[in-house]
T-cell receptor, first 115, second 112 residues
Framework: DSGVTQTPKHLITATGQRVTLRCSPR?????VYWYQQSLDQGLQFLIQ???????AKGNILERFSAQQFPDLHSELNLSSLELGDSALYFC??????????????FGPGTRLTVT | GQNIDQPTEMTATEGAIVQINCTYQTSGFNGLFWYQQHAGEAPTFLSY????GLEEKGRFSSFLSRSKGYSYLLLKELQMKDSASYLC?????????????FGSGTQLTVLP
């Protein structure tokens, strides 16, 4: 158990819908990262927040957005869902944004299925 | 951008030693990580190298050569539970932030 929690564990929804994935980082971690993992794409970095502010952006679609709240939990919002958005979505956290305590610890993931 | 290459699949026998290679091309290199991922589960952190040389952690060791853009993960005394995907990930500066980019993973199968 990494200490990172994600809800829900599974999500099944229809095309065109909007969903929100939630992540709580390990106690004391200030950075939260979101990743998408699909069979043909591997683990793709989406976005990073550090202490409430966006820190880095990866291959995140405009239909997706995220935020980190004052209590440091984070939400990833996916809208206008398409079949190709079906994937495992992982949240990870780290103590800092760089430096010696940077290693990222991953949550169990949310499996999103778009039908 | 970054380019990370690692073999897609490897097979080894229980009790043996296996070396998983990773080569990368990047600017702003700031460290290399290895993660283990069992199917359908979260990646778990194995090792971190930022300086050249070997880091040993029990049955797992990781080596880095920055000048060659090369790393390997060495697994000794293989156990059946080591069957998993092993992900090489490179950290690099992206503007003022450090970003982690993952390779596609090496699927290791340990046979009895």
């Amino acid at each position: 158990d990494s200490g990172v929690t994600q809800t829900p564990k599974h999500l099944i929804t229809a095309t065109g819908q909007r969903v929100t994935l939630r992540c709580s980082p390990r106690s004391g971690d200030l950075s939260v990262y979101w990743y998408q993992q699909s069979l043909d794409q591997g683990l793709q970095f989406l976005i990073q927040y550090y202490n409430g502010e966006e820190r880095a952006k990866g291959n995140i679609l405009e239909r997706f957005s995220a935020q980190q709240f004052p209590d440091l939990h984070s939400e990833l919002n996916l809208s206008s869902l398409e079949l190709g958005d079906s994937a495992l979505y992982f949240c990870a956290s780290s103590r800092t944004s760089g430096g010696p305590n940077y290693e990222q610890y991953f949550g169990p993931g949310t499996r999103l299925t778009v039908t | 951008g970054q380019n990370i290459d690692q073999p897609t699949e490897m097979t080894a026998t229980e009790g043996a030693i296996v070396q998983i290679n990773c080569t990368y091309q990047t600017s702003g290199f700031n460290g290399l990580f290895w993660y283990q991922q069992h199917a359908g589960e979260a990646p778990t952190f194995l090792s971190y190298n930022v300086l050249d040389g070997l880091e040993e952690k029990g049955r797992f060791s990781s080596f880095l050569s920055r000048s060659k853009g090369y790393s390997y993960l060495l697994l000794k005394e293989l156990q059946m539970k080591d069957s998993a995907s092993y992900l090489c990930a490179v950290r690099a500066f992206s503007g003022s932030a450090r970003q982690l980019t993952f390779g596609s993973g090496t699927q290791l199968t340990v046979l009895p």
